[in-house]
């Protein structure tokens, strides 16, 4: 049991910094509303462009802008 805390205590930080990694690379990502018929100009999750952020990326934008609004 103690092994596997130990190797879910050393993925889990490498497969954190790869996700972020991966956010700042590539911040758009397909949305998930539109993906089986590509570009829908009716979806409002994406306002028919298909892309949209991805998770990682709204929550850094997030927590920039709270540190900015804080901050001045």
């Given at each position: 049991?103690?092994?596997?805390?130990?190797?879910?205590?050393?993925c889990?930080?490498?497969?954190?910094?790869s996700?972020?990694?991966?956010?700042?690379?590539?911040?758009?990502?397909?949305?998930?509303?539109?993906r089986?018929?590509?570009?829908n100009r009716?979806?409002?999750?994406?306002d028919?462009?298909g892309?949209?952020?991805?998770?990682?990326?709204?929550?850094y934008?997030?927590?920039?802008r709270?540190y900015r609004d804080?901050?001045?």
């Amino acid at each position: 049991m103690a092994t596997v805390v130990a190797l879910l205590a050393l993925c889990l930080p490498i497969v954190t910094f790869s996700y972020i990694g991966f956010c700042l690379a590539s911040p758009w990502g397909v949305c998930l509303r539109c993906r089986p018929g590509g570009k829908n100009r009716t979806c409002r999750a994406c306002d028919g462009t298909g892309m949209r952020p991805r998770l990682g990326w709204q929550l850094y934008v997030y927590a920039r802008r709270l540190y900015r609004d804080g901050t001045h």
